[in-house]
């Protein structure tokens, strides 16, 4: 589901034999605002993935603060608990957001994360940190994905996700995994 038609035309014409993921039966692509989506489309997911979804058309959002999220109701904390019951039993849903310095000043993953966990306090999860798995890459402008679901994490799905991120990171730049 992405709201431009402008960023899907490409994926379903020019570059479509470059997309395995368009390409792939089981997948549509929307062009629709997300929330709105959700709250009309009955099927359970496995994975609901809001792939860095800023806009950015506040200026000076990324670097000032003030704006970040307040242009999305992406980040709401009832778009999150929408999110959420359309997952399947251990479905999961990720964010990914660039934030310039996750470790010593976060920004947007940690508002996101601060609103996923009040999400899930609201249905009645009380120890977020097991329903919680964060990485982020090495990059100027790090990317950090946040996985949450309603289940706890097992230590098997912590384990497979560290070896995912240890995967697709750049050789010799490990990204960091965080689970409290």
Same mark, same amino acid.
């Given at each position: ?11 379903? $014409?020019?570059?479509?034999?470059? *997309? #395995?993921? !368009? %390409? ?8 629709? =605002? ?6 009309r489309d009955g099927p359970r ?55 310039? $310095?996750?470790?010593?000043?976060? *920004? #947007?993953? !940690? %508002? ?8 899930? =306090? ?59």
């Amino acid at each position: 589901v992405e709201l431009n038609p402008v960023t899907v035309s490409p994926l379903r $014409d020019r570059f479509a034999e470059y *997309n #395995r993921v !368009a %390409r792939d039966p089981r997948v549509t692509l929307e062009v629709a =605002e997300g929330r709105a989506y959700l709250k009309r489309d009955g099927p359970r997911y496995d994975l609901v993935w809001f792939v860095a979804p800023d806009t950015y058309a506040a200026q000076n959002a990324a670097s000032s603060a003030g704006l970040v999220l307040s242009e999305s109701y992406l980040y709401t904390q009832e778009t999150i608990a929408e999110a959420l019951g359309h997952l399947r039993e251990r479905g999961i849903l990720c964010m990914q957001n660039g934030d310039i $310095d996750f470790e010593r000043k976060p *920004n #947007r993953a !940690a %508002r996101w994360l601060a609103t996923a966990r009040a999400a899930l =306090e609201s249905q009645g999860v009380r120890d977020f940190s097991r329903h919680v798995l964060v990485s982020e890459t090495p990059e100027f402008l790090r990317m950090v994905t946040t996985c949450v679901r309603r289940e706890p994490f097992e230590a098997v799905d912590v384990d497979r996700f560290r070896a995912n991120v240890a995967a697709v990171m750049p050789i010799g730049r490990p990204g960091q995994v965080v689970h409290p």
